[in-house]
């Protein structure tokens, strides 16, 4: 290195670098692959019309970010009050305020403005300043999940706000939050939440390793993310409870499970779960333990109605007449003389409309959605009937079936379990009540493979967990509710010290 | 690793898997064998299978709860054990297919009398697979869901208390009984299945307690046996006991709710599950011991031939009475079977403990 090179660099660096300048938030040495220039940053971001670009060229300072992305009022507040009311000679002294941080990585200055934070360049070093603000929705009520009592609030499609909500309810240090990235392009961040002390660390370790293993282009919400860490993507039930109700998730929290959440999306999943955790409800808990206890057998009634009560009319229509009693056998002939078809088609015709109505119900706006219960349920119901298409019979099982089914406080469990329902239907119009038994025994064989996150979906019926069963298939008083479910495995079991 | 089976997970496969084969006829065996008071005969058996089960216990101890087939391969080559092998594979898996031939037989003749036997079997053999594909440890957690699902079922015998007679129970213990031997010989397959604990070694620790699984399997089993047979033989007099297929079918029959009657069949049905899990436990243990012969076949694979081939077989006997003759026969092998395997074990155990050959330790 010659000693006309030697001053030219050193001159360089000490205007690039003004005395006092903290060396911690001073952009530290770059290669020459390491480009981070304002040129490349535009360059990377060529063809983006919401892309903004702001100059003050009087003080060489350059902004570079997503309008759509940033909040006036913090960007004005944070960057361009101060830009506009200081000298060239000050910016660097402006520059050492905490809201500027200064970049090394060019991975990371690209990320920050896609995030919606601005670039900040002066003279070619570039720092990041925090004005994120898109609009998002407001915090409101869970229209999914809806309860009587307690808490309404629910979570929002932000992952700050979410997590807020979740630090709200669980004040501890113990509370850990490990930030993942899925989508080779989306680049969706995934938060995963635990409790350290309590959670077993093999779980948040299989979790983590899954999402990162993910190859992907995007995901958009945690319905999909689940669907791509499960432990048998191709079983009809979800393996992962998902929630959008802040107050079940911190409760899943305590209790030992992992959590995860996607920014982007109002719900969370926790695992391990099991198939009996979906019939639970934060209700449950908000009751008297007597009326949690009644409520929650109440669903599992409603579990039984709706997977065989349809199936099991199939059965008796079509083979097994014999088991109608002899006071109710004119009832259901008369009921079943008008009806040309086999039961097994009048059932799926009825299932069927039943679920077009549900689907057209869900689709449309609230109040068209009421006119189609009444379009479907009154009228196309009673019509059906007098015109010979179904018996009245036949309307009270599948409305029976059908009501049943929103009974199960999760939505994606309760459509699986109507979609199962179908191919009950299918066997019992086939062979009857073997059929049924039949259909019946491959739902267990099938829910008896199934894992969360490699522990038992049937937990804790099988392996038998009898202490379990006291919240599980019944709400016990609190003071009962001594340790947590055997299923999480968790490394602090106790979650009551005993009173005396 | 391998998940070990917990001591209750144990317990409930080896109870469903027994009580899988002749639970809706042996009160007719016991009224025809032994007379009045036949359900005494329970009790016999029950000592039998006790003692047999020790003898499970004993191999457990004496083999550290090891393979039962890696005891054996230790003393004498495999090619000599390959003749027994094959024996008790083709005793267990046509146990399995003749139980799930009876079970098509009875659904024919109180459901679906045109329709032909193959179509229920395929079907049957088809969710054996399903059920056998997952492994022991899903198949004994699917067990304890089966078992919550029927045994409920019990209780509906209660229904019968106004209609049960002690007088009809007779104070005579085995009057106009026929031929002992051949009763507690007919009698005893409704106690086989403890059996299978001894492929169930590997998949067993010390918290699974497994040979006391077993013996309280057994228990609970004779308790529910006596419980049924003394309701049958109060309900129905022995003389006309004898004279009934399927006496325990017929009380269920009469069971009456405001909403439905005539069950039978629909509880006939759900005693699917019982029967399957009977029937895939014990092709998995057929197939645990093929696998000593074709080691290096695949286990699903062995498991579908050998599931296809059983059920190929047990499509010869045509009618009840036939299917009733070889299941007979093959409850007699199976007999032999749970004594005999013990017994070679046994016998080898000491002699590999005496030449200080066991070396269990190190494997």
Not at chain 1, 74 to 85: A, F, H, M, N
Not at chain 2, 313 to 322: F, K, Q
Request: charge should be positive; proline fraction near 5%; hydrophobic fraction near 45%.
């Amino acid at each position: 290195m010659n000693v006309f090179t030697f001053l030219f660099r050193t001159l360089r660096g000490r205007i690039a670098q003004p005395s006092g300048h903290p060396q911690s938030r001073t952009p530290a040495k770059r290669g020459s692959s390491d480009v981070l220039s304002m040129q490349h940053v535009l360059d990377e971001f060529r063809d983006c019309a919401d892309l903004t670009h702001r100059s003050f060229p009087e003080i060489q300072v350059h902004l570079v970010y997503f309008s759509f992305l940033s909040d006036p009022d913090k960007l004005d507040r944070d960057v361009i009050r101060p830009l506009r009311g200081v000298t060239r000679e000050e910016v660097p002294r402006l520059l050492r305020e905490t809201q500027f941080q200064a970049v090394t990585d060019r991975k990371q200055l690209i990320e920050g403005i896609l995030k919606g934070q601005t670039a900040l360049f002066y003279r070619d070093e570039p720092y990041l300043v925090d004005v994120l603000g898109p609009k998002e929705r407001s915090i409101g009520q869970s229209e999914t999940e809806t309860v009587i009592t307690g808490p309404h609030d629910a979570f929002n499609e932000n992952a700050g706000s979410n997590l807020s909500l979740i630090r709200k309810r669980v004040r501890s240090s113990h509370l850990k939050v490990v930030k993942l990235s899925v989508g080779e392009v989306a680049k969706n961040d995934v938060y995963v939440l635990y409790i350290d002390g309590i959670v077993n660390p093999i779980y948040v370790q299989k979790i983590i390793e899954r999402v990162r293993q993910i190859e992907v282009d995007a995901i958009t919400d945690t319905s999909m993310l689940i669907q791509y860490i499960d432990d048998s993507p191709l079983s009809i039930f979800p393996q992962f409870l998902t929630s959008e109700r802040p107050d079940a998730i911190a409760s899943k929290l305590v209790s030992g499970r992992v959590i995860g959440m996607m920014d982007g999306s109002p719900s969370a999943f926790s695992a391990p779960t099991s198939l009996f955790e979906f019939f639970t409800s934060s209700d449950d808990y908000y009751q008297r333990w007597l009326l949690g206890t009644g409520t929650r057998l109440l669903r599992f009634v409603a579990f039984g109605i709706t997977v065989t009560f349809t199936a099991l009319y199939v059965a008796v229509a079509t083979y097994h007449y014999e088991m109608i009693p002899a006071n109710l056998l004119p009832t259901f002939v008369e009921s079943r003389s008008r009806v040309p078809f086999p039961p097994v088609y009048e059932a799926l015709l009825m299932e069927t409309t039943i679920e077009l109505l549900r689907e057209a119900g869900a689709r449309l706006p609230t109040k068209i959605g009421q006119t189609i219960g009444i379009v479907g349920g009154i009228v196309i119901g009673q019509a059906a009937v007098q015109a010979g298409f179904t018996s009245n019979i036949l309307i009270i099982a599948v409305a029976s079936s059908a009501i049943a089914s929103f009974v199960i406080p999760s939505y994606v469990m309760s459509a699986s379990i109507r979609l199962v329902r179908f191919g009950l239907i299918l066997l019992a119009g086939l062979w009857g009540n073997f059929g049924l038994a039949i259909g019946l025994a491959f739902v267990v064989i099938h829910l008896s493979g199934l894992t969360s996150l490699g522990a038992s979906f049937i937990s804790p019926l099988a392996p038998l967990q009898f202490k379990d069963w006291k919240d599980t298939f019944i709400r016990a008083p609190f003071k009962m509710l001594k340790e947590r479910p055997e299923q999480t495995e968790a490394l602090n079991p106790v979650r009551m010290k005993t009173r005396k | 690793m391998q998940e070990k089976l917990s001591y209750t997970q144990a317990l409930i496969l080896l109870y469903i898997v027994q009580a899988g084969l002749v639970l809706f006829r042996f009160p007719q065996v016991e009224a025809q064998y032994f007379g009045s008071n036949g359900w005494s005969a329970l009790l016999i058996c029950f000592a039998a299978s006790t003692l047999n089960i020790l003898m499970v216990a004993g191999i457990y101890k004496l083999g550290q709860g090891k393979s039962v087939y890696d005891i054996l391969e230790r003393t004498i080559p495999r090619v000599l054990l390959f003749p027994v092998y094959f024996a008790v594979v083709a005793v267990w898996a046509m146990m399995a297919s003749l139980a799930a031939k009876e079970y098509i037989h009875i659904l024919k003749m109180v459901a679906f009398p045109t329709i032909h036997s193959s179509v229920f079997m395929i079907v049957l053999g088809l969710l054996a697979y399903y059920l056998y594909g997952k492994g022991i440890y899903s198949i004994s957690k699917a067990a304890i869901v089966f078992l919550f699902l029927t045994v409920w079922m019990t209780l509906l015998l209660l229904f019968f208390f106004s209609d049960f007679r002690w007088s009809r129970l007779t104070p005579f213990l085995f009057r106009e009984g026929t031929d002992y031997v051949k009763g507690f010989f007919n009698l005893y397959p409704a106690f086989l299945g403890y059996e299978l604990s001894l492929v169930l070694f590997p998949y067993s620790d010390k918290k699974t307690k497994l040979t006391q699984a077993a013996f309280m399997a057994n228990l609970y089993l004779t308790l529910l046996y006596v419980y049924v047979s003394i309701i049958c033989f109060g309900v129905f007099h022995y003389n006309q006991l004898k004279h009934k297929l399927f006496p325990v079918l017929d009380l269920l029959a009469a069971v009456k709710f405001p909403f439905m009657e005539r069950i039978e069949n629909l509880f006939y049905g759900f005693f699917l599950f019982a029967n399957i899990v009977t029937v895939a436990v014990y092709y998995w243990s057929a197939v645990e011991t093929g696998l000593r012969i074709v080691p290096k076949m695949n286990r699903k694979l062995l498991g579908f031939v050998l599931i296809a081939a059983a059920t190929g077989v047990a499509a010869i006997p045509d009618t009840l009475m036939e299917t009733e003759e070889w299941l007979r026969e093959i409850g007699y092998a199976g007999f032999v079977v749970s004594f005999g395997f013990p017994l070679i074990l046994l016998a080898v155990l000491p002699f590999q403990r005496r030449k200080g050959k066991s070396g269990l330790e190190s494997t």
